[in-house]
């Protein structure tokens, strides 16, 4: 080899080699992400030493981590003492992530599984106090000619379900049908709003193996501040999972009313809003975000209007329930149930 050849040789390493070092320097994954779980922050530190990482609210503690390529693995303490892994794979221009993730026992046992998703920036929120409540749901979520009664917000139905702000009530809807529809689990679901599946996991109650028994949760592409929390639904495919776009009501799947392995009837299955606001992540009824068009059938059935189906924080605080954990020990004297006509 020549001597002119031999300096272009090196001449080229040079500029490789120098070009992958800069590269490397440059990759940097510190900064705050907004998850798709309950609108969660995470806020990842990254220096050429180390890498760790928190949860808001302290959900997350002591987190470190590893790089490997544009994948980093994660380790955490949870607040209750529980061991969280994850494997995030970030997009090229790093402004977006998603990967598995298990929160487990001390023991070994898994408590919750999932996607994380994340997208850099913080999360989007919604004052409430200041802005009237959006009426964004498009769609109604079920067959509302197959539905028989709905749960009043705050009633004493089910179990109680709150956002932290109050407690010892429920803040969600239940949906029971007519009980010639309860025998199978064949009352469809449909998104009700235009949105991304944020979230796909195990409901509570029953066996959740497979396509069976899920929660699902939707951000409105609209309203990025909102979460539709859908309860005990079976899927209707393997494609109704997280990072999925759906459709206004596009079909998820079907109502779970009956539990083989139990050998027991649902009466009812339930949905909650969820909105993040400047104090934290607060329930609302599905009847305030609900439109016109959502709402009439509802009009023509009987409902005068949207507040038939809310008991006020007021009534509530005056008529109060008694709890022990999540289940209620007294249901008061309020009307739990709006009773729709035929």
């Known amino acids: 080899m020549n001597l002119t050849r031999s300096f272009a040789c090196v001449l080229l390493f040079s500029t490789f080699f120098a070009a992958c070092e800069h590269e490397k320097e440059d990759v940097d994954y510190s900064g705050t992400y907004c998850l798709n779980i309950q609108n969660l922050e995470m806020t990842i530190v990254h220096t050429s030493k180390s890498l760790t990482f928190s949860v808001q609210n302290d959900l997350l503690v002591n987190g470190t981590g590893t790089v490997s390529g544009n994948s980093l693995s994660l380790y955490a303490n949870t607040s209750s003492s529980e061991l969280f892994t994850g494997t995030l794979t970030f997009s090229g221009d790093r402004l977006s992530f998603s990967g598995p993730f298990q929160i487990t026992e001390p023991g070994g046992n898994i408590t919750l599984e999932g996607i994380l998703l994340g997208k850099k920036g913080s999360c989007a929120k919604y004052d409430i106090s200041l802005q009237e409540i959006p009426a964004f749901i498009e769609k109604e979520f079920t067959q509302l000619d197959k539905i028989e009664r709905v ?192």
């Not at 932290?164 to 949906?175: I, V």
């Not at 396509?211 to 899927?235: G, R, S």
């Not at 050998?263 to 909650?272: K, P, V």
């Open 151 to 342: 749960s009043r917000f705050r009633s004493a139905v089910g179990h109680s379900f709150t956002d932290g702000t109050e407690s010892c009530r429920s803040m969600k809807h239940y949906f029971s049908p007519y009980p010639e529809f309860r025998q199978n689990n064949t009352l469809e679901i449909y998104s009700p709003v235009k949105g991304t599946i944020t979230s796909v996991s195990n409901d509570g109650h029953g066996a959740s193996e497979g396509l069976y028994n899920k929660l699902i949760q939707i951000t409105p592409d609209n309203q990025p501040a909102f979460i539709v929390e859908i309860f005990h639904c079976d899927l209707v495919s393997q494609s109704i999972q997280t990072g999925k776009k759906v459709e206004a009501g596009e079909l998820l799947g079907y109502a779970r009313l009956y539990y083989e392995e139990l050998e027991e009837y649902a009466t009812s299955f339930d949905i909650a809003i969820w909105v993040n606001t400047k104090d934290g992540m607060q329930l609302l009824s599905y009847f305030e975000v609900v439109n016109d068009n959502v709402f009439n059938p509802y009009h023509l059935r009987g409902a005068a209007s949207r507040q038939e189906f809310i008991i006020t924080r007021e009534e509530r605080d005056t008529h109060l329930l008694q709890c022990d954990g999540d289940s209620f020990l007294t249901y008061g004297n309020l009307q739990d149930w709006v009773i729709l006509s035929p």
